[in-house]
């Protein structure tokens, strides 16, 4: 029996060189190569030659794909992306829902007054960027995706949140001093440090211990070299380099939609493994239906996901899951129902 064990490990390598080899040489019917998946082709002749569904070989495979998918990104850009408009973590709902957290984890309720007064201004500031794309189109003769290719939007928009930093000062002067719990997290697909920014801007970081893994080389590198005091590490959310319980907390923003459905799993198994009191995901398309709408691109997906089936996984860990789904809530509170992402949800699942 030992023989066809010591063979089967070095299938991984062996398997993924085949299947990119045979993607290279073998010319693909234009219909596939536009809508069909090359994970799902990689996967194919994984599965051929005994792996199993989101096993090791499998994990592999869609690990090498998503890496390609970034493989040409130049570092300015990776230091740019998902961290400006609507996207910036400073007035992004869903980043400050984040940073509201753990903020209370460290402090409890002292700072729910402030936690208030910035979500107001962040609304604000959203109401007025939707106002201006609205705008823009009649003023310029374009349409607005139009707009954004020839990158016209960014001045008009930056104009808005002019006021950028303010409660970035706010927030430092009222947490310095804090002597509540250190709070240990793990955040999953950190990118450039795109939310770790405002932890460290706002005076969050001294609070906690935290931990940023990418699965681009890139991306930890812009990290390292603007918070050279922070842990970032390349990794993979699919197999998290660390033991059971290792961080209070496991956090993970626009990831899950981007990976398959045998992935996706993996990485909530992973993510509550690794936590102790809990996780937090942020979701940018997330439907509330009964089943997943699974779709795959070039080198990763672009999946909407459902909340009974996410749910359904995170129960398997946690007691306590709570939703947010955005827009509905600032309707609800803030009487601001044009949120920019009608599918952003906000997930807390605690153990």
């Not at 592999?60 to 998918?69: D, V």
């Not at 709902?93 to 402090?107: C, D, K, N, Y």
């Not at 002292?110 to 007025?128: F, G, I, Q, Y």
């Not at 290719?149 to 927030?171: C, L, M, N, P, S």
Request: proline share 4%; glycine share 4%; with cysteine.
């Amino acid at each position: 029996m030992s023989q066809p064990k010591t063979a089967r490990a070095t299938l991984p390598q062996a398997t993924i060189s085949r299947a990119k080899d045979s993607l290279a040489k073998v010319p693909l019917p234009k219909a596939i190569q536009n809508r069909q998946d090359r994970w799902e082709l990689y996967s194919r002749l994984a599965r051929r030659v005994g792996s199993t569904v989101g096993g090791p070989v499998e994990r592999r495979i869609e690990r090498h794909l998503l890496q390609r998918s970034w493989v040409n990104a130049k570092p300015a850009m990776l230091k740019n992306y998902l961290v400006t408009s609507y996207q910036d973590p400073v007035i992004n709902v869903q980043s400050i829902l984040a940073r509201h957290h753990f903020i209370g984890e460290v402090t409890g309720d002292e700072h729910r007054a402030l936690m208030a007064e910035e979500l107001d201004w962040a609304v604000e500031k959203n109401r007025a960027l939707r106002k201006r794309q609205q705008e823009l189109p009649e003023e310029y003769g374009m349409s607005f995706a139009e707009l954004k290719r020839k990158g016209k939007w960014r001045e008009a928009f930056a104009q808005i949140v002019d006021d950028h930093d303010v409660y970035a000062t706010k927030w430092t002067e009222a947490l310095h001093g804090a002597d509540g719990p250190r709070v240990s997290i793990i955040e999953a697909a950190c990118g450039s440090a795109n939310d770790y920014r405002a932890f460290d801007g706002y005076g969050i970081a001294p609070l906690v211990d935290y931990t940023g893994i990418d699965l681009t080389e890139a991306n930890i590198a812009n990290a390292r070299s603007m918070f050279p005091e922070a842990d970032f590490r390349v990794g993979d959310v699919q197999d998290i380099d660390a033991e059971d319980g290792s961080y209070d907390w496991a956090v993970a923003h626009d990831l899950l939609e981007h990976l398959s459905p045998s992935a996706f799993n993996r990485a909530i198994d992973e993510l509550s493994r690794v936590s102790r009191r809990g996780v937090l995901i942020s979701f940018f398309l997330m439907r509330d239906e009964p089943e997943h709408r699974i779709q795959p691109r070039r080198y990763y997906h672009v999946n909407d996901l459902s909340k009974d089936r996410i749910e359904e996984r995170f129960a398997r860990y946690c007691s306590d899951i709570q939703w947010t789904q955005i827009r509905p809530w600032l309707k609800e509170t803030h009487d601001f129902g044009d949120y920019y992402n009608w599918r952003a949800w906000t997930m807390i699942a605690k153990h």
